[in-house]
């Protein structure tokens, strides 16, 4: 019972938040305070998502495999901000 509370409340917290930074990123997109460009690199996450969920079928090798690109791309970006930075480039 308890575990079945807090998964809920946990849910319509994710779903609170998520619709709030909704809610307040339109309200800044149409006030002119974000580029495109930097809106256009969070949706890249979303656009791997349905591509790997339309090429696997499968909602959880999506997900897996979304958020390994992440990881590797991530641990890409600083492999070369420490390349760059230690030979001075």
Partial sequence: MSVALG?????ALLVIGILG???FGIINIANGKHEWAQIGTF???ALVFVVSYFVLGSLTEAGMVTMLLALATMVLFIVISGARSTLKL
């Fill in 7 to 11: 998964l809920g409340l946990m849910i």
């Fill in 21 to 23: 930074m909704s809610v």
């Fill in 43 to 45: 949706l890249i996450p």
